[in-house]
């Protein structure tokens, strides 16, 4: 059996350059390769999630057949020689295609269909969630994604069949609602056993509708009614990199952060004075991307989405950590936090010089991911925390790539091949 560590280090090593050096690998625009490339990356992909589910069986196995797949890529006159792990649209391509969506059984198409799930927190109970998916859907596509929280005593389907009416979004989108707790204090929290709350329901929700229907995982939209607006915002704070934007229809915005919305766009159609606050708040920060629309109809909403998909790599980005949720982001986690202080990230990823550079405060240390949409991995990076500089050569690994993919709450609309952990020192007080 091959040595799987020392197959992964050769896939990672390389050659050393000047810090500054003109990049060697421009950044990507679309996926070069072809779909039947992606396809066979793909399976692959699976058979190392399911030896993973599996407890590990055959793991070692899938993995080297996953390194053997991605070198023969490398043989394509496409990647022009290059390592097949620095083309991270290639490789999210392929993980949509490992969710072989032409194989999952029973997807009703056409209709408002209700189907049962369960939480970790559930204790086997079964919760009921309301899912339409056009009459046209075509497995081999990927659709947009409306997760929506109706208002309170609405039910699920009847949400769908009287909100969701708009042609293009029965034709272009998945629309799923997603049932919340009775009691409205737990609708934006996770929860207890035996008790789930609205984030525990809605990001199990997600794991469900992402694995079993072709959905753009950039194209995901957190949409609240009536109460389920408020709760839509906080959701979205606690997950900020999720999603690709915050929908509210008739209903306003509870007491929720502006801090964490600085990539998350936002659209209200019939809020209140909170939601002008909100936007007022988010444009101090420099932030002008809350839009007010009191007659706001579907067809805005609709037009709204094409125009904010989600930008997964973002180059500048900002987190105020929760406890335990949120404390991760984009290419940043911090270790949980236990509410004592204060935790909080500003990142910039600046490709041009192949520097990273983040201002912390709280946590001690944290994890920074890479691919090469942040920074060209070709050359050393430079990455300074909070003043201190570090240059580091990154190489390339496959098993940080599937580490990612086997974590519970990863988001698989994401690539990264490299990791590091840094330590963050304390900021100097200015007399």
Not at 278 to 295: H, I
Request: proline share 5%; glycine share 8%.
């Amino acid at each position: 059996m091959p040595d799987m560590s020392k197959r992964v280090l050769l896939a990672g090593v390389l050659l050393a350059a000047p810090v500054f050096a003109a990049s060697s690998l421009l950044q990507q625009a679309e996926p070069v390769l072809k779909e039947s490339d992606h396809q066979k990356i793909g399976k692959l992909i699976k058979d190392c999630v399911d030896a993973k589910l599996d407890g590990g069986r055959g793991q070692v196995e899938a993995e080297t057949e996953l390194l053997d797949g991605l070198q023969k890529w490398e043989k394509k006159k496409q990647l022009d020689g290059k390592e097949a792990l620095a083309f991270p649209l290639d490789l999210e391509r392929s993980i949509w295609f490992s969710n072989d969506y032409s194989k999952v059984k029973g997807v009703k198409k056409g209709k408002v269909a209700t189907v049962e799930f369960t939480t970790s927190f559930s204790e086997g109970a079964q919760h009921e969630y309301a899912v339409w998916v056009p009459s046209k859907y075509n497995p081999r596509e990927s659709y947009a994604l409306v997760l929506a929280i109706p208002d309170a005593g609405e039910k699920v389907d009847a949400h769908i069949t009287e909100q969701w009416t708009f042609g293009d979004f029965r034709d272009g989108a998945i629309i799923a609602a997603v049932p919340m707790p009775d009691d409205a204090s737990l609708w934006a929290q996770i929860g207890e056993s035996g008790k789930p709350g609205g984030a525990a329901l809605t990001l199990t929700l997600l794991g469900e509708l992402t694995r079993n229907y072709a959905v753009d995982f950039d194209r995901i939209y957190l949409a609240g009614r009536g109460a389920g607006v408020a709760a839509a915002v906080q959701l979205a704070s606690l997950f900020p990199d999720r999603f690709a934007g915050v929908i509210g229809r008739a209903g306003d915005v509870g007491e929720t952060s502006t801090e964490n919305f600085r990539g998350v766009p936002t659209f209200f159609a019939g809020a209140g004075s909170r939601a002008t606050a909100f936007a007022e708040a988010c444009k101090a920060s420099g932030a002008d991307n809350c839009r007010l629309a009191p007659e706001g109809k579907e067809e805005d909403i609709w037009a709204w989405m094409a125009e904010n998909p989600r930008r997964p790599y973002a180059s500048e980005i900002h987190l105020l950590a929760g406890s335990p949720f949120p404390n991760k982001a984009y290419w940043v986690e911090l270790p949980p936090s236990d509410g004592s202080v204060v935790n909080r990230v500003h990142g910039k990823a600046d490709r041009a010089t192949n520097t990273v550079t983040v201002e912390a405060e709280g946590a001690r240390y944290c994890f920074l991911y890479f691919n090469d949409q942040l920074v060209d991995l070709d050359q050393p990076v430079k990455v300074v925390i909070n003043g201190v500089e570090h240059v580091d050569t990154l190489p390339r690994n496959l098993r940080t790539l599937t580490t990612w993919l086997y974590r519970s709450g990863s988001d698989p609309g994401k690539s990264f091949v490299a990791s590091k952990r840094y330590d963050i020192p304390a900021k100097e007080k200015s007399e």
